[in-house]
């Protein structure tokens, strides 16, 4: 185990779980390697491309360009959507590789909003692309660690004198509401089963549990660890000097050149020259195609299809239940769908199921764990786990025959929350008044105007302990444990997808393509046999959610308090419109639309299968969230 002697340190107040023996030949299962085309395949490629139409057409002797900034998205993104999605970037630098109108690559890296994964996935098409011999080029202006890590996958590192590289550290934070809820009199009544999970702790804690602490105090070692290793190695370094990089706050960029931490300091016009030369235009012509037209590029052009098909089904997420939702959310009733159609495809030899969720609601997840076991009767299906995969997405990623994570992969946390939410000081406060006639002893157990009687509290918490053993019980299953094994790594604790791996959760470590050979090696498909690997998710994205602002300001907050603290409930009444109160809370402090996912079914008493709302960031965001730049470099 890496660092054993930090790593033991986290397991503080619970018996230390042993290392489950590794599978070998899963572990053996090979990855994504370059394998340079033969003679006879260039010249296929070249005739190819001689009647390429003319959008997937460019000069010859160009540098494929690309901007990464914000969301990264898991799913093929629609054409209304700006975000730019991982498949379009990984498939880019896949083709490239092989593309002989293709010198280079050149990547502008602003702040990133995505997990540590997806930037794990990036860095391995990196590496295949650079096996090419081609130049790769990473241009920063504005980075922290998260922005570092993956610029350190690239040959060269430019920034401009001016820049702000700041490499300070890593940090976790959790967020807590209760004494936000307490003022606005919204009392959680929450029921959480397991002692790690705690989904529930940031509308029942001011702060940090013990437990919480210390799942988060793992997590966050795993990525300093990995950070540290990457870059080191990366920049030919030893882990002290990145530590002392780290410790020593450097803000002027001319000793990160002097340190070779970056290749040289250089404004983006001296960029353009760099990519001048190295490009086969004329004297003062810059060769370039931007990823946004090179992804219309067909595969099939370099011999990147095979007569045989995967299928790779995309969640990304918050689980919902019901149907019809729109947005970035995972419902039961469109997976079911979706995996239907693909089982009786006899074009389709296997699936990869890629999640990217932090769960949510538990009878959904159950519903889709039962029916991608249906699936894994008749067809090979592999989970591939992206940034998160955990509690739902646990879930449904368990009913695969195999699962393979990202090292950096946020995974685990089986366990349940449930609850409501009382809002009879609320109500109160602002003059509101409800009354109930019922018949049956709980026929008003999720009244929201009081709280839980005995009986009503008694029977929440033996339904929640009975939703929890359900889930670590069908886990125990699917993992091939025994039930006292596996409630040692449940509890809702949340875990690296190295150490997942290490405690048999998850099969191996790796991205997409290991789940690819792993589908080929289930589907009895030669190693070496070319396949045909077939996206068929895309994101939800409309014209007029593009219009939309997003919830409540902070302002409102501040609003609310003040018409509290003024004993005004006339005018609170207004601005609450009494059941908004929630809503205008989790919009105002920048709730995620996972947790208001969560808050929406605690609301309504539902059993949620969810990771606690946590942020693990390097120190650029301190400085750079909400900023936007203008001085965008134009062949991007």
Same mark, same amino acid.
């Given at each position: 185990m890496?660092?054993?002697?930090?790593?033991?340190?986290?397991?503080?107040?619970?018996?230390?779980?042993?290392?489950?023996?590794?599978?070998?030949?899963?572990?053996?299962?090979?990855?994504?390697?370059?394998v340079e085309q033969s003679n006879s395949e260039k010249a296929m490629t070249n005739f190819k491309l001689l009647f390429a139409l003319p959008w997937r057409r460019f000069k010859n002797g160009s540098v494929?360009?690309?901007?990464?900034?914000?969301?990264?998205?898991e799913q093929p993104q629609g054409r209304f959507s700006s975000t730019t999605a991982l498949p379009d970037i990984c498939n880019a630098l896949r083709k490239a590789a092989l593309d002989p109108r293709i010198k280079g690559v050149c990547v502008k890296i602003d702040p990133l909003q995505c997990g540590w994964s997806k930037i794990q996935e990036i860095k391995r098409h990196l590496a295949y692309f650079r096996e090419s011999g081609k130049f790769s080029i990473a241009y920063l202006e504005r980075a922290g660690e998260k922005e570092m890590y993956?610029?350190?996958?690239?040959?060269?590192?430019?920034?401009?004198?001016?820049?702000?590289?700041?490499?300070?550290?890593?940090?976790?934070?959790?967020?807590? #509401?209760? @004494?936000?809820?307490?003022?606005?009199? *919204?009392?959680?009544?929450?029921?959480?089963? !397991?002692?790690?999970? +705690?989904? %529930?702790?940031?509308?029942?804690?001011h702060d940090m549990s013990e437990y919480q602490r210390e799942q988060l105090t793992a997590l966050l070692e795993d990525i300093d660890d990995d950070f540290v290793d990457s870059l080191a190695v990366s920049r030919g370094k030893t882990r002290q000097d990145v530590l002392d990089l780290i410790d020593e706050g450097v803000y002027d960029m001319k000793k990160l050149k002097e340190g070779n931490w970056i290749t040289d300091l250089k404004y983006e016009d001296e960029i353009n020259d760099i990519l001048k030369e190295r490009t086969d235009g004329k004297?003062?012509?810059?060769?370039?195609?931007?990823?946004?037209?090179?992804?219309?590029?067909?595969?099939?052009?370099?011999? #990147?299809? @095979?007569?045989?098909?995967?299928?790779? *089904?995309?969640?990304?997420?918050?689980?919902? !239940?019901?149907?019809? +939702?729109? %947005?970035?959310?995972i419902t039961a009733e469109s997976i079911i769908t979706q995996l239907r159609a693909l089982k009786k495809n006899k074009k389709i030899a296997a699936v990869v199921l890629r999640v990217d969720s932090p769960g949510g609601d538990a009878l959904a997840s159950d519903l889709m764990w039962r029916e991608i076991q249906k699936f894994s009767e008749e067809k090979p299906i592999i989970a591939s786990m992206a940034d998160v995969a955990a509690s739902g997405g646990y879930y449904m990623s368990m009913g695969c025959q195999k699962i393979v994570a990202e090292p950096l992969t946020i995974t685990g946390s089986i366990g349940v929350v449930t609850g409501k939410f009382n809002l009879s000081e609320l109500y109160e406060k602002v003059g509101y008044n409800t009354e109930t006639i019922s018949r049956g002893r709980?026929?008003?157990?999720?009244?929201?105007?009081?709280?839980?009687?005995?009986?009503e509290a008694e029977l929440f918490d033996k339904s929640a302990q009975y939703a929890y053993e359900q889930f670590r019980d069908k886990a125990a299953m699917s993992r091939g444990m025994a039930i006292e094994e596996m409630q040692k790594f449940a509890q809702g604790r949340v875990w690296s997808g190295q150490r997942a791996k290490q405690f048999g959760l998850v099969d191996a470590c790796g991205g997409l393509w290991k789940a690819v050979a792993l589908a080929k090696e289930a589907a009895e498909i030669d190693p070496a046999e070319k396949v045909t690997v077939r996206e068929v998710s895309r994101g939800k994205v409309s014209p007029l959610s593009l219009l939309s602002s997003g919830g409540a300001s902070l302002q409102s907050i501040f609003a609310i308090l003040v018409f509290m603290a003024s004993g005004d409930k006339n005018m609170i009444s207004q601005v609450l419109g009494m059941q908004s109160a929630l809503s205008l809370i989790r919009g105002g402090l920048g709730i995620s639309d996972e947790d208001a996912n969560m808050m929406l079914g605690l609301d309504k008493g539902l059993v949620m299968a969810q990771l606690p709302e946590f942020k693990l960031e390097g120190s650029v965001e301190s400085f750079d969230v909400g900023l936007t730049n203008d001085s965008e470099m134009t062949i991007f």
């Open positions: 890496k660092n054993l002697k930090r790593s033991q340190l986290v397991y503080s107040s619970v018996e230390t779980p042993e290392v489950v023996e590794e599978h070998a030949d899963v572990e053996q299962v090979a990855e994504l390697t370059f494929l360009t690309m901007k990464l900034s914000g969301p990264i998205a993956l610029a350190s996958a690239f040959e060269e590192i430019y920034a401009p004198p001016s820049a702000s590289i700041s490499v300070r550290g890593i940090s976790v934070k959790g967020t807590f #509401l209760r @004494g936000v809820l307490d003022k606005v009199g *919204v009392e959680p009544e929450v029921r959480r089963i !397991g002692n790690y999970k +705690s989904a %529930g702790d940031q509308l029942l804690r004297d003062d012509e810059l060769r370039f195609v931007r990823l946004q037209r090179y992804r219309k590029v067909s595969p099939s052009a370099f011999g #990147l299809h @095979g007569k045989k098909t995967i299928a790779v *089904v995309r969640t990304s997420g918050a689980i919902v !239940g019901g149907s019809g +939702s729109t %947005g970035n959310v709980f026929a008003e157990i999720l009244n929201e105007s009081r709280k839980f009687s005995d009986d």
